[in-house]
């Protein structure tokens, strides 16, 4: 019975509509506007303290302001979009970044950039834990990290595009007109997201057998959980500390990789464009290949425990020559042993994001995906404390970089000692 039970579903993936992989595109684009958003503060870092006199501790505290707001719209809108939904609430966190990012453009202090940075960071907060909502949705679990590695991607991608085109804008119209021109194009996506997003068992354009294949999984039960039950659960803490170890690495690369190539290696606002758009090409295809790898480890009959934490393993391996990066003289060479270590965060990431939608029940995956983003802003500003102080003092990325190089394994085996079968999490309907 389980063979002919298997077999229809294969059959049910064949002739299905696949109006999904729409779903993960708009999601794609979401997290490409979102990463273009956050970057253009670490793109713009020498511009605008050549404009406005700053130190490394002033970007510093700017970044930590973003942080703090990301923090907490991370766990408020985890439990948002737990009750609104992915559709709503998607939309609000986008026209509250979008707005956030266009106001950027009227500063004038340290103080405006903060309070900029702190409403972008209470926005920004909502995009991760709406996607991963709808991708557990839309996705069958075999697919979904898969899913997830796919519009994980777009972080690498805006982080290619923004340094690619922003010195464009800036150059000709300045870099006030920068951050309006971005946030107004970015508003189609609103309107592409309203149009066409609708859950799959209500949507007109997905078929019976794409239905079949997306609830091919075993239902959970529950409509509604409590938060207090949530954050009762290891699983939940095997996540969050997951988080807090590796979110600060991605957001060290993020704002302090463009100041640390300039300096090291002597390039200005257009020259550390190409370098930048080497590293993140590279983690565009980690974020894929990190997905598609566990995905394809379950597909040839692994456990969800083994094919995430192998995959996982790997990942944190790949990243530990970044100790060794400052003392490399070639600029290609740091570009591709940088590239590496982004490569290997997101395939990690993309597993990490998935644990929530393979161990907890549909309705408390944001809130889960939400306590996880708070614990990875508050390591982050932690780490750009750190990084200000450090580089305010000595000048160096060396002791940065060896934090960088062993976070992965420290979160991996927080990962294993928390949850060590990644069992399914039983909860109660409120």
């Known amino acids: 019975m389980s063979d002919i039970y298997g077999s229809a579903i294969e059959n049910a993936a064949v002739t299905a509509s696949r109006y999904r992989w729409k779903i993960v595109a708009l999601l794609f684009a979401a997290t490409v506007i979102n990463y273009i958003d956050r970057q253009m503060i670490g793109v713009l870092k020498p511009t605008l303290a050549a404009d406005l006199g700053w130190t490394e501790s002033d970007f510093a505290n700017v970044i930590i302001f973003f942080q703090l707001a990301y923090a ?26 979008q707005l956030a990012h266009i106001a950027h453009g009227a500063a004038f202090s340290v103080g405006h950039f903060a309070a900029a940075r702190f409403a972008l960071g209470i926005g920004e907060a909502g995009n991760f834990p709406a996607a ?9 679990a075999r697919e979904r990290a898969f899913a997830i590695g796919i519009f994980n991607a777009g972080a690498n991608i805006g982080a290619v595009i923004t340094p ?10 300045g870099w006030r007109a920068a951050f309006v021109i971005t946030g107004v194009v970015a508003f189609v996506w609103l309107i592409a997201w309203l149009a066409m997003y609708r859950a799959p068992g209500a949507h007109p354009k997905v078929n019976a057998a794409e239905r079949a294949w997306i609830e091919q999984d075993p239902a959970d039960g529950s409509t509604k959980i409590r938060w207090a039950q949530v954050i009762r659960k290891r699983e939940t803490w095997a996540y969050a500390i997951g988080k807090f170890f590796i979110d600060p690495i991605w957001w060290f690369f993020l704002f302090w990789l463009p100041s640390y190539l300039g300096t090291r290696y002597g390039l200005d606002l257009v020259s550390f464009g190409p370098p930048l758009a080497a590293i993140y090409l ?3 295809v980690g974020s894929v290949a990190g997905g598609w790898s566990s995905s394809r480890l379950m597909a040839a009959g692994y456990s969800v425990n083994v094919a ?13 020559p ?14 591709l042993v940088i590239g590496l270590a982004t490569a290997a965060h997101q395939a990690f990431s993309a597993n990490l994001y ?21 614990a990875g ?23 940065l970089f060896a934090l960088a190089g062993g976070a992965y394994l420290a979160a991996l085996l927080a990962v294993h000692m928390l949850s060590p079968r990644l069992a399914r999490v039983e909860m109660a309907a409120a």
């Not at 991963?132 to 069958?140: L, Q, Y």
Request: a neutral charge; hydrophobic letters at 60%.
């Open 72 to 97: 907490i719209g991370y766990l408020g809108f985890g439990r948002v979009i737990d009750m609104l939904g992915a559709r709503l609430g998607y939309a609000v966190a986008f026209i509250i970044w």
């Open 132 to 140: 991963i909502k709808a991708v557990t949705e839309w996705f069958p």
């Open 164 to 173: 690619l085109v922003v010195p464009i804008i800036v150059l000709h119209y």
């Open 282 to 284: 590279l983690s565009d």
């Open 308 to 320: 995430r934490k192998i995959t996982m393993l790997i990942c944190a391996l790949a990243v530990l």
């Open 322 to 335: 970044i100790f060794i990066v400052q003392s490399v003289d070639n600029l290609w060479l740091a570009v």
């Open 354 to 374: 998935t644990l929530p939608s393979d161990i907890f029940p549909r309705a408390a995956v944001a809130s889960v995906i939400g306590i996880g983003g708070t």
């Open 377 to 399: 802003a508050v390591g982050g500003m932690m780490m750009s404390k750190f990084a200000g102080f450090i580089l305010d003092g000595t000048g160096s990325y060396a002791s």
